[in-house]
């Protein structure tokens, strides 16, 4: 599962077959403090993929900036550029996508319709906002985010 920010819109397309299939970059962020007391972060991008119905609601429903929260796999894949160089490709392949922000929904009307088309937050494990989820202290390698800097949004 990742958290991040759309870094380009998605790019649908179908497989001679009539599948639809979706590509589109993510960046995730981390913050943290050194023990020297400095302030740390790192940004990380992926390449996302998603087929069928789920990549027409990417489709649909995403563009740059967004904020999601995506599950899947990660894939790698041997490709061979127009040079004729071989290239080894990692994707994340996801079955499932909830949108975090609100961005792009003009009225009510569309709000209700874009509800109703993505995955229900309780249905997928994930109850109330995503800031509410607790993280058992085992786990967490970075340091809690200001208030004031998470609500920022990423300049991606």
């Given at each position: 599962?990742?958290?991040?920010?759309?870094?380009?819109?998605?790019?649908?397309?179908?497989?001679?077959?009539?599948?639809?299939?979706?590509?589109?970059?993510?960046?995730?962020?981390?913050?943290?403090?050194?023990?020297?007391?400095?302030?740390?972060?790192?940004?990380?991008?992926?390449?996302?993929?998603?087929?069928?119905?789920?990549?027409?609601?990417?489709?649909?429903?995403?563009?740059?900036?967004?904020?999601?929260?995506?599950?899947?796999?990660?894939?790698?894949?041997?490709?061979?550029?127009?040079?004729?160089?071989?290239?080894?490709?990692?994707?994340i392949v996801i079955d499932?996508?909830?949108?975090?922000?609100?961005?792009?929904?003009?009225?009510?009307?569309?709000?209700?319709?874009?509800?109703a088309e993505m995955p229900i937050?309780?249905?997928?494990?994930?109850?109330?906002?995503?800031?509410?989820?607790?993280?058992?202290?085992?786990?967490?390698?970075?340091?809690?985010?200001?208030?004031?800097?998470?609500?920022?949004?990423?300049?991606?």
């Open positions: 599962m990742l958290i991040g920010n759309l870094t380009r819109d998605p790019e649908l397309r179908y497989t001679p077959a009539g599948m639809a299939v979706v590509s589109f970059g993510l960046a995730t962020n981390r913050v943290w403090i050194t023990k020297q007391g400095e302030k740390k972060e790192d940004a990380q991008f992926h390449r996302i993929v998603a087929w069928n119905k789920l990549a027409e609601l990417c489709s649909q429903l995403l563009s740059k900036g967004r904020r999601i929260y995506v599950e899947g796999r990660i894939q790698y894949r041997e490709i061979v550029d127009q040079a004729g160089v071989r290239k080894q490709v990692s994707e499932d996508m909830i949108v975090l922000d609100n961005k792009g929904l003009s009225n009510n009307a569309d709000h209700a319709q874009a509800e937050a309780e249905e997928n494990g994930v109850i109330g906002d995503i800031g509410d989820i607790t993280i058992p202290d085992e786990i967490v390698d970075e340091a809690p985010v200001a208030e004031d800097k998470k609500d920022q949004e990423m300049p991606f």
